[in-house]
């Protein structure tokens, strides 16, 4: 959907784009908003100078002649321009030898951030074209567990805001220490269960270390995992017990008590049965099949396997990484607050990321209900960076074009509902929208794009007389065509009147 004055700048651009000079002697002037101008003078009189060094005559007469037309007209203006100015002067004709210097210049809807000055075969349009395409702000985020970027898009640049990193060890284990799930624990009855089967707040058999007795504990929680490969381990009293490679037992040796991965027992190696005697192992073997594995932690961080006693630090491990990305993720939505919380503008927001992080952010971020509302995407994006922010715009084409088609939708359902429910209160086609007009009776013009602008300008410049509200909308979706086949002029009244 496009306002009067965005319409107005697209028509100057396309002229200024259709200028093409037989030599380098088309000069651009872009002055940002409240830049002072008496700078810009002197500049330009310092490009006199320089330009009376260009060799062709013509060529060199033709410059001199522009810059001295835009110092004039500089001086004759303020020494500000509350959103900046851009100006174009210089050859346009088409007849070499019959030299046409022409001044052109526009005061930009929106606010112009660059300053340049260039002498060329062409003008310099890039910095309006860009304010033809949205007036609208997005915030952007991608983030994964190590790092995050927020940014905005304002119309079609990507700036980014802030990078942040979380401090998240990069590498995990992952999948926790693993147990067959037909292995027995013992419960606070004393029977034997399979791991399969204990759910969490079950008490079962673990070792206060401290008071070097048998205690019970309470599971506080259980995973199933699949492993690829596995150790059996077979002790002297008969007890056999299938373990992942990274689970840990307790080593005797030495006369103390160490921690070592499965993947490092061997025969002859001594354990701690579930009568706190020391056992050594028969016999181990490595299996490499795929096998489906428990994994349980206790509030005691051990616990007696098939009478072996065995541990479960790995997803402590995996508790602290969990702890360490939601601060993360509480730190990335704080960050959007102060970002986005106060941002007029902003129009919606776009969230990119690996499966799950980007979910994850979402439910455990802790991010306002303000800034919750405005999420309009969500969307897979593999980097965190400033490339993924580029990622994520590419891939939110759809849902932008959707928002914009969705404003489309709404003032025109909003004109036909009114069309039809109170017929006084609207109208349509060029004599009676224009005698609305004229009457100062329309509260806001609708305009087809596919209506002339010739035509267009025509109403545009009533409307604006007026203090009429303005919308340009295009054909892309049923209603904007329809509105097009039934005349594609419209208004919508702020009272009844006699338009016949």
């Known amino acids: 959907m496009t306002d009067a004055k965005t319409l107005e700048l697209e ?16 000069v ?7 830049y002072n101008v008496n700078s810009v003078v002197r500049q330009l009189e310092g490009e006199k100078s320089t330009a009376s060094n ?19 007209e ?16 210089g050859n346009i004709s088409l007849n070499e030898g019959q030299p046409d210097i022409q001044y052109f210049s526009i005061e930009p809807p929106q606010e112009l951030k660059v300053r340049i000055y260039r002498c060329d075969q062409t003008f310099v349009i890039d910095p309006l074209k860009e304010m033809t395409q949205t007036t609208e702000i997005y915030g952007l ?36 220490q693993c147990l067959s799930p037909e292995t027995l624990v013992k419960n606070e009855n004393g029977e034997l269960i399979e791991i399969k089967d204990i759910r969490k707040r079950d008490k079962i058999r673990a070792v206060d270390f401290k008071a070097n007795n048998v205690i019970l504990t309470n599971v506080i929680n259980k995973w199933e995992n699949t492993k690829e490969e596995y150790v059996e381990i077979l002790t002297q009293d008969k007890n056999l017990i299938k373990a992942s490679l990274d689970h840990k037992f307790f080593l005797r040796k030495q006369g103390k008590t160490y921690e070592t991965y499965a993947s490092e027992l061997k025969s002859g190696d001594i354990l701690i049965n579930n009568r706190l005697k020391y056992v050594r192992i028969l016999n181990i073997r490595h299996k490499k099949e795929k096998i489906n594995m428990i994994d349980i932690e206790t509030e005691a961080l051990n616990f007696f396997a098939n009478n072996i006693l065995v541990h479960n630090s790995s997803q402590r491990f995996h508790r602290v990484t969990e702890g360490l990305a939601k601060e993360f993720f509480r730190r990335v939505a704080e960050a959007m607050k102060d970002a986005f919380f106060d941002m007029p503008k902003l129009k919606g927001i776009l969230i990119g990321g690996p499966i799950p992080t980007k979910e994850e952010f979402i439910e ?6 303000a800034l919750r509302s405005k999420i309009i995407g969500v969307k897979d994006i593999g980097y965190a960076d400033e490339h993924g922010l580029q990622l994520l715009v590419e891939a939110s084409k759809d849902v932008l074009a959707e928002q914009e088609i969705t404003k489309e939708k709404k003032i025109l359902e909003t004109f036909f509902n009114t069309l039809g429910k109170s017929r006084d209160k ?10 609305a007009l004229e009457l100062g009776a329309v509260q806001i013009l609708i305009i087809s794009e596919k209506i002339p602008r010739v035509k267009s300008k025509e109403f545009i410049k009533i409307a604006d007389e007026m203090g009429t509200e303005i919308h340009i909308v295009s054909t892309k979706t049923g ?17 009844a009147a006699n338009l016949e």
């Open 11 to 26: 028509e100057f651009v396309e002229k200024m784009e259709s200028y093409r000079g037989r030599h380098t002697e088309l």
């Open 28 to 34: 651009t002037v872009l002055i940002p908003a409240e």
């Open 54 to 72: 260009i060799k062709s005559r013509t060529t060199r007469n033709n410059v001199i002649e522009a810059l001295e037309k835009i110092i004039r």
């Open 74 to 89: 500089l001086k004759l203006g303020p020494q500000k321009y509350l959103k900046g100015i851009a100006i174009y002067c």
């Open 141 to 176: 985020l991608v983030i994964e567990r190590k790092e995050a970027t927020i940014g905005i898009l304002e119309g079609t640049q990507i700036k980014v805001l802030q990078k942040m990193t979380s401090g998240v060890p990069g590498k995990i284990r992952a999948g926790g």
């Open 364 to 369: 455990e971020g802790q991010l306002v209900t």
């Open 426 to 435: 609207a109208t349509y086609g060029e004599e009676k929208v224009k005698k």
């Open 479 to 495: 209603e904007g065509e329809q509105f097009f086949n039934l005349s594609g002029i419209g208004a919508i009244l702020r009272y």
